[in-house]
């Protein structure tokens, strides 16, 4: 059996790490099919580099653009190279636009999807990672569940029961394998942070970034979040948000610290030390279940509640911005 793994986002790459590393363990032949809807060597090359994975056989460099634009030029891009590789069986992860597209494609072209992290959703179809979640998981094959919740809402949606399995998160694993190299005594000397008295924090989301109102209330937020617990925030932020910024005028200083966005292995060794995680990334709370901190989510709602309960019910400190999760 040949598998073709697709990435095309950071969470993807580093999701699907492992599953590259068993298919070269255990000799099962593979083709590593990279969209590059994620493009910039800070936001994709260097999680290549850093966990140390193959460099991707095709990539379709897709770029940035509209949904549409995106989708459109995946599905085209990727037919041809289906017929060149000819696979039995191609894996998505996720929920991003090159999940939806890459399975699209992979089912016209009569190569059965697998699905890791299937089963998640929000409820809220405004979202378009909802949409593509939900398409992706009825094109699919294999659903692979993170969690028994996520198997029953596949359950609830008619997907037969033998397509599903339930697997647990494989960013667990690529997380638990890394952080031994991330945590290092001179990541906290460079960003001149004590562990444990600091917070991280991402904004990333379009829900977010284009919102005027809800930006600056976020970065409000995180000011307060500052001043009131004595520690400084540390934001990571995506090069379109820093533009966002920019642009409204927007201000990030004080104990609130603007950061370019880092490498896996920075980001992690941080994320691991952190007193708390503010974020709306939904793999930034996944990666905060094995851990003892708080984690506050700023989306809304958090596709990811049912997933990151563990966090509740292991630790009681976890908070979402919605009423919903």
Known sequence: MKIAIVVGTRPEIIKMAPVVRACIARGVPYVLLHTGQHYSFELDGVFFRELELPEPHHNLEVGSGSQAYQIGSIVSGMEPLLRQERPDV??????????????????????????????????????????????????????????????????????????????????????????????????????????????????HRAENTDDEVRLRGIFDGLAGSAEALGIPVLAALHPRTTARLASLGIRVDGKVRALPPLGYLDFLGLHARAALTLTDSGGLQEEACPRPRASSSARSPCPRARVTGAIRSATGRAACASSTC
């Open 90 to 203: 191609l894996l998505v992860e996720g929920d991003a636009n090159s999940v939806l597209a890459a399975a699209l494609c992979a089912q016209k072209s009569g190569v059965a999807v697998g699905h890791v992290e299937a089963g998640l959703r929000s409820y809220d179809r405004t979202m378009p990672e909802e949409i593509n979640r939900i398409l992706t998981d009825h094109l699919s094959e294999y659903l692979f569940a993170p969690t028994p919740t996520a198997r029953d809402i596949l359950l609830g949606e008619g997907v037969g029961a033998s397509r599903i399995f339930v697997t647990g998160n494989t960013v667990v694993d690529e997380l638990e394998r890394q952080r031994p190299r991330a945590e290092r005594p001179e990541l906290f000397l460079r960003f001149a942070v004590e562990p444990g008295r600091y917070a991280v924090a991402t904004v």
